[in-house]
């Protein structure tokens, strides 16, 4: 084993703090090949697939993999942008403003942003932050719910690149924001936005990406994270128990996931006799394949067939000024006593040394 060269040491160099924000990954393009080679370094993850390696990578790879990048590359060209898959120029655009933000507060930190699966990855920007000076770093899973399957897989993508450095910078890591004040109220503004645009339907859905439902039962908070952040927003709207539901989309395999699914529920309100339902998903902070697809189209299909009359997709929180700011809120509270003031930056060795005769001479500093 050989460790990372490490930038000669600078004695009086002031130590930077950099942030980085990590979210899941999505394919380099809307192509067979290139969702297959991004399906297939996710789908090995063993934090995302618990079934023993020897059975599940032929699955994977004689199965899974010949058949899903197709039809999975299919649904990405459908939501594709000029610029990118939403995925990737939400969660850029998110670290700029969230640079910006810190700075007109005076906070002077390098924001920077990963895909734990893809492009770009965890090392090189860890890497990036290292080079332009950050001892300390603070990293930022974009998943509100904490969930073994994604947070703590972030966690292992950060340990693994620190396991090839030689000096390794001072971390911290942002386990979960599922209650976080100003993350409701982020959430809050932008459905009574979408309400004062567009008028308020008959009822509101929650739809939280789901999870094996074992894991809940082997002891993954995810579940009541989701159903907490749903009991927070719904008395923040005001809203009563009949007003709003909650469900699970984006059941993957034959295993129980967490239960009621999203297709279902669509589907049963519809026959509840809901005529205008509006969809919104609080534990994807950017819209992405899983929103854009499956909720804004699928989910509009399945619940206009099964008799409903019209249904909004609210879109996620992406550049939602009240989202940046929790995210400063976030990132202040976790960065507190790190140099990062603009008053507060250590002063070069030199400079201090200087400063300290001039103060034991009686001179003004
Ligand atoms: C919001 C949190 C997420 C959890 C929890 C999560 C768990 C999870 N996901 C899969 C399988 C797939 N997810 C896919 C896409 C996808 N998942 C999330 C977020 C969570 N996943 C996002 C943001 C996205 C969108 C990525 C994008 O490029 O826009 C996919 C790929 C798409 C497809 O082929 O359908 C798969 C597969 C599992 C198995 C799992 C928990 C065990
Ligand atoms: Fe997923
Ligand atoms: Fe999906």
């Not at 370094?41 to 899903?68: C, K, Q």
């Not at 929650?206 to 809940?216: A, D, I, K, Y």
């Not at 519809?270 to 929103?291: I, N, S, W, Y």
Request: proline share 7%; hydrophobic share 40%.
């Amino acid at each position: 084993m050989s460790y990372a060269t490490e930038p000669t040491f600078q004695h009086g160099s002031a130590p930077r703090v950099g942030v980085l924000l990590v979210n899941l990954g999505t394919p380099d393009a809307p192509q067979t090949d290139a969702v297959r080679r991004y399906l297939a370094e996710f789908l090995s993850d063993p934090r995302v697939v618990e079934i023993p390696r020897a059975l599940w990578l032929p699955i994977l790879h004689g199965i899974i993999l010949r058949v899903r990048p197709a039809k999975s590359a299919a649904k990405y060209a459908s939501v594709w942008t000029p610029e990118g898959s939403p995925l990737a120029v939400w969660t850029r655009k998110q670290a700029t403003l969230l640079q910006g933000y810190l700075g007109e507060r005076g906070e002077q930190v390098v924001v920077s942003w990963a895909m734990r699966y893809g492009r770009p990855d965890m090392a090189g920007a860890l890497d990036q932050l290292k080079q332009q000076g950050c001892d300390r770093i603070l990293v930022l899973p974009m998943y509100p719910q904490y969930s073994g399957t994604t947070t703590a897989s972030v966690w292992d993508g950060l340990s693994d690149w620190c396991a090839t450095q030689r000096n390794l910078p001072e971390i911290r890591f942002v386990k979960q924001h599922h209650d976080d004040a100003a993350y409701i109220d982020a959430l809050a503004a932008r459905v009574t936005e979408f309400w004062q645009r567009e008028g308020r339907g008959d009822h509101l859905l929650l739809s939280f990406h789901g999870v094996p439902e074992r894991t809940l039962h082997l002891g993954d908070p995810y579940h009541c994270q989701c159903l907490k952040t749903g009991r927070l927003l719904r008395e923040r709207l005001g809203l009563n128990k009949d007003q709003m539901s909650l469900s699970f989309q984006s059941r993957f395999g034959k295993a129980k996931w967490l239960e009621p699914y999203t297709e279902a529920t669509l589907k049963a309100l519809a026959k509840r006799g809901v005529k205008h339902l509006q969809v919104f998903c609080p534990g994807f902070p950017a819209d992405c394949l899983e929103t854009l697809e499956e909720i804004a189209i699928e989910g509009r299909h399945d619940f206009l067939q099964a008799g409903g009359q019209r249904y909004d997709h609210i879109p996620c929180l992406n550049d939602h000024p009240a989202w940046i700011r929790a995210l400063v809120d976030i990132v202040q509270r976790h960065v507190a006593g790190w140099p990062t003031r603009r008053e507060q930056q250590p002063r070069p060795a030199e400079l201090e040394g200087q400063r300290l005769q001039a103060l034991a001479m009686g001179a003004k500093a």
